[in-house]
C-alpha cells in the first residue's frame, strides 16, 4: 500500500502520522507531504493609496525563506514522530510551496499513486469551516474514487 501522509505540525496531524507508524507494513511506502503557502503569494505588502510596495524585496524574500524552513521543519519532525512510532515502511518526504494546498494535497497522491491520503482534522465547527474552508473535507470530497482517506481527530 502507498500512504500519503499530508502534515502540518497540529495536534490531529501528530495523531495521523502515529497511526501510519503502527498501521504501515513492511511492504508499504509512506510519503510525508507538506505544502505551504509562501506569504509573498498571499499577502499584500503594497500600499493602497501609492500601490507602491512596503516591504522591500529584501524583507519579502527572507519572509518566503522563513516560511520554507518552518515548513521543512515540520516536515522533518513528522518523520522523526513517524520513526518515534516504530514506522519501518520506506518513507520519503515531499516539501512543496503552492497557494492552494489542498488541490496540493490531491496532486500529490495522484503522482505517488497513493492508496490512501492520510489528513489530520482540527475539528474545526460549522461556521469556522464556512469561513476558513476544511482540507480534510475538501480532500474527502474530492480524492480520487478508490482512494482511501484516513482522517485522525
Not at 109 to 137: E, F, P, W
Request: hydrophobic share 35%; with cysteine; charged share 20%.
Amino acid at each position: 500500500m502507498k500512504w500519503l501522509v499530508a502534515v502540518d505540525g497540529s495536534e490531529p496531524s501528530n495523531r495521523s502520522i502515529a497511526s501510519v507508524g503502527t498501521l504501515a507494513t513492511h511492504s508499504d511506502e509512506v510519503t510525508f507531504y507538506k505544502c505551504y503557502t509562501a506569504p509573498s503569494h498571499t499577502m499584500n505588502f503594497r500600499d493602497p493609496r501609492t500601490r507602491q510596495s512596503i516591504i522591500s524585496s529584501k524583507d519579502m524574500k527572507e519572509m518566503d525563506e522563513g516560511a520554507n524552513r518552518k515548513a521543512a521543519a515540520i516536515l522533518e519532525g513528522a518523520h522523526s514522530l513517524y520513526l518515534q512510532q516504530g514506522g519501518q515502511a520506506p518513507s520519503h518526504q515531499i516539501l512543496e510551496e503552492h497557494r492552494d494546498c489542498r488541490e496540493a494535497i490531491l496532486r500529490a497522491a495522484k503522482t505517488a499513486n497513493a492508496d490512501t491520503i492520510v489528513v489530520g482534522s482540527r475539528g474545526l465547527g460549522i461556521v469556522s469551516r464556512a469561513i476558513l474552508g476544511s482540507v480534510s473535507q475538501y480532500v474527502i470530497n474530492h480524492a480520487d474514487k478508490g482512494t482511501n482517506v484516513f482522517v485522525a481527530h
